[in-house]
C-alpha cells in the first residue's frame, strides 16, 4: 500500500486521539483514587499540574531538538512512550506504595509522550499542501479529533467501568495504550514535508522583538487555563458538588463538555472559510465567561450541568485558533513558535486545574475553585482585543 499526504492527516487525527487519552484517562479515575487510595483534592489537582508540567518541558526541549533530530522519529517515539506509560499507569499502583508515587511515575512517562505530540502533530498538520485560507479550519477539525477522543475514552471507560467495576480499573489503561501502539506503525509509513531548518526559521529572539508575540503566548496561557479547569475537574463536580452517581456524573460532565467542544471544532473545521474569525473568537471568549458563571453561581444542578456542556463548546476555538492566527503572525516561526505555544499551553492546562483544586480544598467547594479560574477566560478577552487592535494598525501600516 502507497501511503499519502491523507494518511498523515489521518494519522495526525490518531495523534491528537491519543493525546486525549493522555490528559483525560487518570481524571475519570480521581474518584477511586480519592475514596480507595485517599488521595487529596490538593494531591489529584498536583496530579494534573505534573501532568502538564511535565509536558511543558517537552515541549521546551522541542525547541531545539525538533528540527535536528527530525519529526518522524520523535512522533515515533512520542507514541511508543505515551503506550508505556499507560501500561505502566495499570501495573504500578499494584505493586508501589503509596500509590501517589506510583500514579506520579506513570503520568510523568505517558506525559512526555504527550509533550511530544502536542508539539509535533499542529506543524505537521500546517505544513501539508492546503490553500492558505482553509489553514485554520483544518486545524480546527484536527483539535477536533482530540474532542472526539475525550469523548471516546470517558464513555467507553464509564462503560468498562460499569461492567467490570471499579475495583478492576487499572485493566483500563492497559487497553488503552493500544491506539498508540497502533499508530505507531502508521507514522512509520506516512510521507511527512521536512520542517524548516533552524537556519530558515525566525529565532526567538526575533519573533519576542514583536509585542503581538507575546500576546499570541498569552492567550495560549489562557485558552489551555479556561478549557482544563472544567474538563479536568466535570467528572468530580458532577459527582460531588451535584450529588450525582458517578456514571451519570462521567456521563454529563466531562462527555457533554468534550462533546460539545468536538462540535464548535468540527463546525469551525468545516465552515471556517466563511467564518471570521477573530468575531468568532470573541464571542467564544465571551460565552465561556458567562457558562463559569453558571457553573458556580446557577442555582439548579441541572443548569450548571448544562453550563459545564456549553463550556466545552465556548473554548473549542480557542486553542486552534490561536495556532493558526500565530502561524500567520510568523510563518517562518517554524518548530521553536509551535513548541512555545504549546509550552505555555500546557503551563495553562497544568496551572487551571491545580488553582481549581487548591481553592477547593480551602474553601471546601469544588464550585469556588472553578470559579476562581474565571480570571483566565478575561485574560484571553484582552489579550484578543489587544491583538485585534495591534493587527488593524500592522494592516493600516501596510496601505
Not at 511527512?192 to 500576546?215: Q, Y
Amino acid at each position: 500500500m502507497k501511503f499519502n499526504f491523507q494518511h498523515t492527516r489521518y494519522a495526525c487525527y490518531i495523534g491528537y486521539v491519543t493525546q486525549a487519552i493522555i490528559n483525560n484517562l487518570a481524571p475519570l479515575f480521581f474518584i477511586i483514587f480519592s475514596e480507595n487510595y485517599s488521595v487529596s483534592y490538593r494531591g489529584l489537582g498536583s496530579l494534573v499540574m505534573i501532568n502538564f508540567m511535565t509536558q511543558l518541558i517537552v515541549d521546551a526541549a522541542c525547541i531545539k531538538i525538533a528540527s535536528r533530530i527530525g519529526y518522524k522519529t520523535l512522533l515515533v517515539t512520542a507514541h511508543i512512550i505515551a503506550a508505556i506509560g499507560l501500561v505502566l499507569l495499570g501495573i504500578l499502583p499494584l505493586f508501589i506504595s503509596p500509590v501517589f508515587l506510583a500514579l506520579v511515575i506513570s503520568i510523568v512517562i505517558f506525559a512526555i509522550g504527550g509533550g511530544l505530540l502536542e508539539v509535533l502533530i499542529s506543524p505537521v498538520v500546517d505544513s501539508l499542501p492546503e490553500e492558505a485560507a482553509k489553514k485554520p479550519a483544518s486545524m480546527s477539525l484536527l483539535h477536533s479529533f482530540y474532542c472526539w477522543g475525550q469523548m471516546a475514552v470517558i464513555l467507553l471507560t464509564t462503560f468498562l467501568l460499569l461492567q467490570f467495576g471499579r475495583e478492576n480499573w487499572f485493566f483500563l489503561p492497559i487497553l488503552w495504550a493500544i491506539i498508540p501502539l497502533l499508530n505507531t506503525f502508521l507514522f512509520l509509513n506516512v510521507p511527512l514535508i521536512p520542517a524548516l531548518k533552524e537556519k530558515d526559521s525566525m529565532g526567538i529572539k526575533e519573533m519576542a522583538r514583536n509585542p503581538v508575540f507575546f500576546l499570541c503566548l498569552l492567550m495560549m496561557l489562557s485558552a489551555g487555563a479556561s478549557e482544563q479547569s472544567v474538563a479536568q475537574w466535570a467528572s468530580l463536580f458532577a459527582e460531588r458538588a451535584l450529588n450525582l452517581p458517578k456514571i451519570i456524573g462521567d456521563i454529563f460532565g466531562p462527555a457533554l463538555f468534550a462533546l460539545f467542544m468536538g462540535i464548535g471544532r468540527t463546525i469551525y473545521g468545516l465552515f471556517g472559510s466563511k467564518i471570521k474569525i477573530y468575531p468568532y473568537m470573541l464571542f467564544s471568549v465571551i460565552l465561556c465567561i458567562l457558562c463559569y458563571l453558571g457553573i458556580s453561581f446557577a442555582p439548579h444542578p441541572l443548569i450548571q450541568l448544562a453550563a459545564c456542556a456549553l463550556t466545552g463548546f465556548s473554548i473549542s476555538i480557542m486553542w486552534p485558533a490561536v495556532f493558526s492566527i500565530s502561524s500567520s503572525s510568523f510563518p517562518k516561526g517554524g518548530a521553536p513558535l509551535f513548541a512555545l505555544l504549546a509550552l505555555m499551553g500546557d503551563l495553562g492546562c497544568g496551572t487551571g486545574p491545580w488553582i481549581a483544586g487548591f481553592v477547593s480544598d480551602a474553601q471546601g467547594s469544588l464550585g469556588t475553585g472553578i470559579f476562581v479560574c474565571i480570571l483566565f477566560p478575561f485574560i484571553f478577552l484582552f489579550s484578543l482585543l489587544i491583538f485585534k487592535r495591534a493587527s488593524i494598525k500592522r494592516a493600516i501600516r501596510r496601505v
